[in-house]
C-alpha cells in the first residue's frame, strides 16, 4: 500500500515551525562542518531597499509581506501542481492551481475541490485505481481519468485500505466495510463493540433470582423460549452470508485507538485503551473579554503533575473464525525493565528513603509521531504481514514489531533505547515489499534510514554527522527520498537513496537554505518548496533525473517586503566551552560595522521557542516578526544574535538530549559563550546585552536572568513557563519524567526556584487566554517576585491573546516595550 505524505502544519507544544529541508552529499560531514563555520546569507532578494523599516510595519498583519504557497502537492494525476493561498485580509485559506505547473496561479472553485484535495489516500494493490477521501466520503479514480463518487452522506468514512482482491476496506465509526470500486456495493465485514457479550438468558444474581428460576415453571418456559431465539439468531448469521458478521465485544471500559484491516480480509488489528480525555482533572481558564460582557471559563488541558499513565491494549481479531487474541508485550525486550530505577533512587535517598528496583510491565502505546501520517500499524500490500511501531511510556524506548498471526504474539523487529528519551518525531516507518520494513531511527546518534529483513537482518541506508527526514518511498521501491543538512547543519537539501543499501545518499538539489519536497505520482518529478533567510517560501520544479537548476514556480512576495533593506545574517558556529560541537548562531550586524571601532556596539541575543526547534539556519525563519525586528535592532545600532542552544533541533541526538533532567543549565552555558563571542570577536560591550525570546525562549530569558545574574543589562520573557510541573505531559515527561518520580529534575529546571537570583531588567509579557503556558505561570512568578521584594521588573498582559498572539496591535504592543527595555538599559 502507498499512502500519501501530505504536508501538514502542526500546532504543537512550544511550536513554531520553521520549513523542514535537506542538503548536497559530502562524504567528510564533520571535517566539512567545522571548516566552515560561518555562512553568509545569498544575494537573493538582498537588493538595497528603498521602503521605510519601522516597528508599525513589521507587526502589521503580515499580508503586507505577500502571501507565501503553503502545503504544496501534486494533483492525483501528477498533472497539476496546487498549494493553498491565505486570502487577502482574512484567514481563510484558498486552493490555487498550476494549471500543468506552469503559468499563473489560479483559484480552485469550491464545487471543484473534491477533484485535487484528500484528507487520505491509497493506491490499488495493481494500480488500477487511486482512492481518497474528501470531507469524509469516499472517491476512486480510475488511469483512464474518470472520477467515481461511492459514499454521499455524513458518517465520514476514513482509514482506506486497498484489498488483494481489487476491492477497497474503510472504516466508519466502529464499523469495517468492504466495497467494490466497479458496482458500488458495499458490505460490512467486521464491527467493534465495547460492551458485554450478549446472552440468551442472565446468570441469576442473588439467593432470590436462584430459587425463583428453580420454582417457577413459567419463568423457565420464558428462558427456555428466550434461549431458542438466541440459538436461531446466532445460527442465522453464523450460516447466511447475506447477513453482516456478529460484532467483536470487547470490554465495555475501553475505547478504540487505532485499527487496520488486512488487505486479504482476514484479520482486523485494533488498539484500545481506557478512556482518558486530556481535560480530565484539568483546569479552567477565564476569559474576560467576552461577547456578552461576562467571564467565560473554559476548559483547559491537565498538567504534568496530574498525569495518568496510558497504555494500549493491542487485540488481533479473526475475521474467518471471529476468535480474538489480546497479544502480550512480553516478547518486547526490555518491556518490563525498570529504567527509572537511578532517578527514582536519587530522589528517594534525597528524601532520605531507599529504592529497590523491581521488574513489572511498563505502560506501551502505539507510537505517535508529529508530522507522520501514515500510523502506526502497517501491513504489507499482500496482506500477510503486519508491523507496529510501539512506545513505553515512560518515553525511553521504542519497538518495531511485527505480529505472528499463527502464534498470536509480537515479534521485535527492531528496540531503540534511550536514557533520556526517546524523539517524538523521526520515527517513519513503511514496508519495502512483502518481507522487508524501512524506518527511521538515532540508533547511531542522528536520525538515519534503515532497512530490516524480517528474518532479523538490518542494513544502514544513510550514516553521518547530519539529520534525516521527511522520508518518502518511490513507487517502485528502490529508492527512498529525504531531505538532510549533510553539507551544513543549518542547510537542507532533497536527496535519495537506494534501498537496497548499494549507494550513497545521491544530492538532487543544490540551492542552499531550506528545501523540502514532495514526490510526484510517478517519482519521477520534484515540488520543492524552498527559502532563504532574506526571501519566503516560494514553489520550484525540476524532474528527478534532471541535472538542470529547479524551476520557480511562483512569485508571492510583495514589492514592498522586497524594497526594504533586510539585514542577511551570517550563520557562525560559536566555540562552545562545555562540548566539542559549536553553537550554531545567526549574527544580525548594523550597517557598516566596525569590530575595531573604539566604542562597542550593544547587543541583543534572541532565544527561539520550542526548545526542539532549528532556527540558525540558512532558510526563512518562522519568526518572521522577529527577524524583522532583528534588522530592525541593528539600524539602531544593535548586533543581535540567535542561537540553537542545546537541546534545539538538527544536530542529533546528544545535542537534543543534552537537557535531559536540568532544562536551562546547558542552554544558558550556551548563552553565555554566545555573549562572550560576542565581547570577544564583535566589538559588544559586555555591559550593554540584552535578551528576549517567548515560550521555551521565555522559560530561558528567566533562567539566564535568575542564574548568570549580570549576563544581560536586561530580558523581556514572552508567554514564559515558570514552573514545568504546571506544563503539559507530552513534552515535559519525556524530558524531566513525571514530577512523582523525579522532583528533583524539576526544582533544577523551574525558573520559580531560582527567582532569588534576580538582579536585571525584567518584562514579562503574558496572554491571558493561553491554553498553552497558563497565564497561571506569570501570576505565580509575579507573586514570588513580590514576596522576594525584588525591583525593576514590570509585567504586560494581553486579555484577548492566546499563545500565538493573533492581533497586529498586540505584536506592535509588545515589542514597543521591548524596544523600551532595551534602549533604556543598554544605551
Partial sequence: MVKSRLVMAIGAALFVASCASTSPQNTNTADTQKNTPTLQANSLASAQGTAALTMEQIMADPDWMGRFPEQAFWSMDGEDILFYQKREGSDIRDLMMLENGAGEPQKVAIENLHQYVADEKVHAADDSFLAYTFEGNIFVRFNDGSLRQLTRDDARQHNLQPMTNGQLSYQQD????????????????????????????????????????????????????SEERFAQRSNLHAQN????????????????????????????????????????????????????????????????????PVEHQLVLLNLSDGSQSTLTY????????????EVKRENLEAEGESYTSEEKPRPITLMSDWGWDNGAIQWNAEGTEVAVML?????????????DTAGKKLVSQDRLHDDAWINYTHNEFGWLNSSELWF??????????????????????????????????????????????????????????????????????????????ELSPESDELLLTHSTPLMPPELYHKAVDSSQTPKRLTHTVSEKFLSIDWTAPELVGVESSHVDEPIYTRIYKPEGFDEHRAEEYPAVVFIHGAGYLQNAHMGWSGYFREFMFHSLLNKNGYVVADLDYRGSKGYGRDWRTAIYR????????????????????????????GTYGGSYGGFLTFMALFKEPGLFEAGSALRPVTDWAHYNTSYTS????????????????????????????????SPMVDDNVFFQDSVRLVQRLIELKKEDWETAIYPVEPHGFRQPESWLNEYRRIFKLFEENLK
Fill in 734 to 765: 519525556n524530558i524531566l519524567n513525571l514530577p512523582q518520580d523525579d522532583a528533583i529534575a524539576y526544582r533544577r529546571s523551574s525558573p520559580i526556584y531560582f527567582a532569588e537570583g534576580l538582579e536585571d531588567a525584567l518584562l514579562i509579557n
Fill in 662 to 689: 536540568q532544562m536551562g543549565t546547558p542552554e544558558v552555558e550556551d548563552l553565555v559563550d554566545v555573549a562572550t563571542y560576542l565581547e570577544n570577536d564583535l566589538n559588544v560591550d559586555g555591559d550593554k546585552l
Fill in 241 to 308: 452470508s447475506t447477513l453482516a458478521p456478529k460484532p467483536f465485544y470487547l470490554p465495555e471500559n475501553k475505547e478504540l485507538v487505532s485499527a487496520s484491516l488486512s488487505p486479504k480480509g482476514d484479520f482486523l488489528l485494533v488498539a484500545i485503551t481506557e478512556p482518558q480525555s486530556w481535560r480530565d482533572e484539568g483546569d479552567i481558564m477565564p476569559n474576560y473579554i467576552s461577547e456578552d460582557g461576562r467571564v467565560k471559563s473554559e476548559n483547559v488541558r491537565r498538567r504534568v503533575a496530574d498525569a495518568k
Fill in 440 to 517: 527511521m531511527s538515532e540508533a547511531d546518534g542522528y536520525s538515519q534510514l534503515y532497512a530490516t529483513s524480517i528474518d532479523g537482518s538490518t542494513r544502514q541506508l544513510t550514516k553521518g554527522h547530519y539529520v534525516v527526514e521527511s522520508a518518502d518511498l518511490n513507487r517502485s521501491g528502490d529508492y527512498l527520498y529525504f531531505q538532510a543538512n549533510i553539507e551544513h547543519p543549518g542547510i537542507y537539501e532533497v536527496y535519495r537513496v537506494k534501498t537496497d543499501g548499494s549507494g550513497e545518499p545521491e544530492a538532487l538539489t543544490d540551492l542552499d537554505g531550506m528545501t523540502a519536497f
Fill in 391 to 403: 512506545e513505553a511510556w515512560d518515553n525511553k524506548d521504542r519497538w518495531l514489531a511485527t505480529v
Fill in 330 to 341: 512480553n516478547t518486547l525486550p526490555g518491556w518490563n525493565e525498570d529504567v527509572l530505577a
Fill in 174 to 225: 466502529n464499523n469495517f466495510f468492504v466495497i467494490d470500486v466497479n458496482s458500488g456495493l458495499s458490505r460490512q465485514v467486521a464491527s467493534l463493540a465495547f460492551k458485554e457479550k450478549p446472552k440468551a438468558n442472565e446468570e441469576p444474581k442473588d439467593y432470590l433470582a436462584r430459587e425463583e428460576q428453580e420454582l417457577i415453571q413459567f419463568v423457565q418456559k420464558e428462558r427456555k423460549a
